[in-house]
């Protein structure tokens, strides 16, 4: 991969983690949009302190982002993003992609991208928001987890990493400047393919199932529980259970 033209970009055959590098970045004041890409890393990580595997093929990157918000907004920049990444994928790949609450993105009901974030905040405003993002690209994922799928398997050729990424960060500048303004939960909703669906939710402690109803203003999870009652889950890992909407919707 060649990123020569961007500015603030740190390009790497192999590190460990793309968060680790970012994360260094960001406390030695590296400006808004700094990215960090990686052919390769050799310790990954995924939410909920689980391995993501990444091996040659797949896009690995942390953005470092100085949003300007109060930590209580972050959640905004969170669904921009994977309204963001969503929208990227449909335009320049033809694939239509959905979100699972909060951020994966899916196509029919298989992961093609997680996302993982690190906040640094002062005085309850944010310093840094280290959003770190796989997407399963041109690699096989399917050895490692069967429920998941690439571009290149649903697309059946390869796709430009640096294509995908200069169309993501792209859709993500043009949108941060108004994200605190602007009604992306609505925009996520149309991305969404949680509403309306069985749910299983882990949290550390628990693991809660209901149907998801809705999202609310502040990106929370409205889940109703079997005896009708409804629950708002601001965390967790969601998954989507069997008797949901068919994963072609
Ligand atoms: C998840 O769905 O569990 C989140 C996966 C996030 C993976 C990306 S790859 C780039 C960045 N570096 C990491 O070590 N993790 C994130």
């Not at 060649?2 to 994360?23: G, I, L, N, Q, W």
């Not at 398997?153 to 960060?169: C, N």
């Not at 949680?194 to 889940?223: C, E, H, M, N, Y």
Request: proline fraction near 4%; charge should be negative; glycine fraction near 8%.
């Amino acid at each position: 991969m060649e990123f020569k033209d961007r500015p603030h970009v740190h390009f790497f055959e192999e590190t460990t983690s793309t968060m680790d590098v970012a994360r260094k970045l960001a406390e030695a004041d590296c400006p808004h949009m700094t990215v960090v890409v990686a052919n390769r890393q050799s310790a990954g990580r995924g939410r909920l302190s689980r391995n993501w595997y990444s091996v040659d093929g797949g896009l690995y990157f942390t953005l470092v982002l100085r949003p300007n918000l109060p930590v209580l907004s972050v959640y905004r920049v969170l669904f921009a993003a994977s309204v963001s990444l969503a929208r990227t994928i449909y335009e320049l790949c033809d694939v239509k992609a959905s979100v699972k609450w909060p951020n994966d993105i899916l196509v029919g009901d298989k992961k093609l991208s997680g996302m993982l974030s690190e906040l640094c905040v002062q005085d309850n405003m944010v310093q840094y928001l280290n959003l770190g993002i796989g997407v399963n690209v041109n690699n096989d994922p399917t050895i490692v987890e069967p429920n998941s799928v690439s571009i290149k398997g649903i697309i059946k050729k390869e796709f430009s990493r640096r294509i995908l990424l200069a169309g993501f960060l792209d859709s993500l500048e043009s949108v941060l400047p108004t994200v605190d303004k602007d009604d992306v939960i609505g925009e996520w909703k149309q991305y969404a393919s949680t509403l309306g669906r069985p749910v299983s939710i882990q949290t550390t402690k628990t693991t809660l199932r209901g149907v998801a109803i809705d999202v609310d203003s502040q990106g929370a999870l409205i889940v109703e529980l079997p005896d009708g009652t409804c629950q708002r889950v601001s965390h967790g890992d969601c998954f989507h259970d069997a008797g949901g909407r068919p994963a072609s919707d």
